[in-house]
């Protein structure tokens, strides 16, 4: 069973997904601009087949990367949330805060407001003792967020991502950090 759970910001309700979410979905991840650095876009199957995986990590977890929707607007935005990571790493097993939003929200902050939330409902809720995230070298803008939300990078911890081929221009990955602990100092609130 998905979980319930509603997480309510200042602008964005992160809540259980829908099936009708399942379009808008799609169209974002066929998105060339959103996909920049992902090793491809996907299709509407491929889509569905994420979709499915995201629904069942809540049905094992009760609880995931949730559906985005605008308080006063956009029904769906795009996820954030939290991730069991499902393959072999130097720091799995570990819990991912990630985010993927539509090219029409970036740049309003919704990325930093949703994963802050995230961050919260993990060390407060979950009792999680330490959250990570990760992208491709070239993803600034995922890096900034990291950074804005708290997390910090010690470069000896990056890696190649063991899903993509040697020689792939995506497979080198940095991984940031924010343990329970700094979270209980800096006393973050969504």
């Known amino acids: 069973m998905q979980d319930t759970s509603i997480i309510k910001t200042k602008r964005l309700i992160l809540r ?14 066929a998105d060339p601009r959103v996909m920049e650095h992902f090793p491809s876009v996907k299709t509407f199957e491929e889509s569905r087949q994420e979709y499915q995986r995201i629904i069942d990590h809540f049905t094992k977890h009760s609880w995931g990367s949730w559906a985005v929707s605008l308080i006063d607007g956009a029904e ?7 991730r069991a990571i499902d393959f072999l790493a130097p720091f799995t097993p570990a819990v991912e805060v990630g985010w993927r939003l539509a090219f029409d929200y970036w740049g309003k902050g919704y990325a930093t407001e949703g994963a802050l939330a995230s961050l919260q409902y993990g060390f407060e809720k979950l009792d999680l003792k330490e959250i990570i995230s990760f992208t491709a070298t070239s993803n600034s803008r995922s890096t900034t967020v990291m950074e804005k939300i708290g997390m910090h990078h010690n470069p000896a911890d990056d890696f190649d991502h063991s899903l993509l081929a040697e020689g792939h221009r995506l497979r ?14 800096k006393v973050h609130h969504a």
Do not use: C
């Open 16 to 29: 259980p997904w829908q099936e009708k979410d399942l379009v808008s979905f799609a169209a974002m991840n």
């Open 76 to 82: 769906f935005i795009g996820f954030i949330g939290l």
């Open 172 to 185: 080198r990955h940095v991984l940031y950090r924010f343990d329970q602990a700094e979270w209980k100092t």
